[in-house]
């Protein structure tokens, strides 16, 4: 079984639709992220989350907004999606951070916004 | 700021030639040096890790060596495979970040010819 597991894993919307993805984890960690991914961009961080308490933006918050629900609930929400938030998301998790520290990342969504 | 620079792909190459990717990076101090791979349809996996100035991470077969005086991390195999064909990250993670914020390259496909 997936440790991180996303849902859905495609999505179509249009234009102005409210949006949730969803992150759930099985491994026990404090430390959950929120990235897109584009061509040529690489992965860009969205939102992070130290425990249930502590929410961050990253480096590309605005449009997005997000809710961690429990130690293994983080989701992401587009209150009003437009075209140019089509991308690939993840969802990832790591141990309470120090040198080093590995990232583990779920299997994706792909939203695209019509 | 932090950054990081790897070769753009794609890069095609025959099964049992030799590999390397070029990644240099951009940041104060001592940060972490990771590889990542990315292999279709799934999320990003830890390839390999260095942690400090002359660290060699190894995995799978891959190498990289951290090399301070020339701010590089350059990813090699001796004689690739068709299933390493991927998507390859270089990333880093800054010194002293408490986060554990990871800062990914833009990626480089790489596909393997039987």
């Known amino acids: 079984d997936a440790d991180v597991t996303q849902t859905p894993r495609n999505r179509i919307t249009k234009t102005g639709k409210r949006i949730m993805l969803e992150c759930s984890q099985t491994?026990?960690?404090?430390?959950m992220y929120w990235y897109r991914q584009d061509p040529g961009l690489g992965l860009r961080l969205i939102y992070y989350?130290?425990?249930?308490?502590?929410?961050n933006k990253g480096e590309i918050s605005d449009g997005y907004s997000v809710s961690r629900q429990a130690q293994a609930k983080f989701s992401l929400s587009l209150e009003s999606a437009i075209p140019n938030q089509t991308a690939l998301y993840f969802c990832?998790?790591?141990?309470?951070?120090?040198?080093?520290?590995?990232?583990?990342f779920g299997p994706g969504t792909r939203l695209t916004v019509l | 700021g932090n950054s990081v620079t790897q070769m753009e792909g794609p890069v095609t190459l025959s099964e049992e030639a030799f590999l390397t990717i070029n990644c240099t990076y951009t940041?104060?101090?001592?940060?972490?040096l990771f590889w990542y791979v990315q292999y279709p349809g799934e999320g990003l996996q830890l390839l390999l890790k260095a942690t400090k100035a002359d660290d060699k991470g190894s995995n799978k077969g891959f190498e990289a060596t951290y090399r301070k005086e020339t701010t590089s991390f350059h990813l090699e195999k001796g004689s690739v495979q068709v299933s390493d064909s991927a998507v390859y990250f270089c990333?880093?993670?800054?010194?002293?970040?408490?986060?554990?914020?990871?800062?990914f390259g833009s990626g480089t496909r790489l596909s393997i010819r039987p």
């Open positions: 989350s130290f425990d249930v308490k502590d929410i």
């Open positions: 990333a880093l993670s800054p010194s002293g970040s408490s986060a554990s914020k990871i800062i």
């Open positions: 940041a104060t101090g001592y940060p972490s």
């Open positions: 491994k026990g960690h404090d430390r």
């Open positions: 990832a998790t790591s141990t309470t951070g120090g040198r080093g520290d590995e990232q583990f």
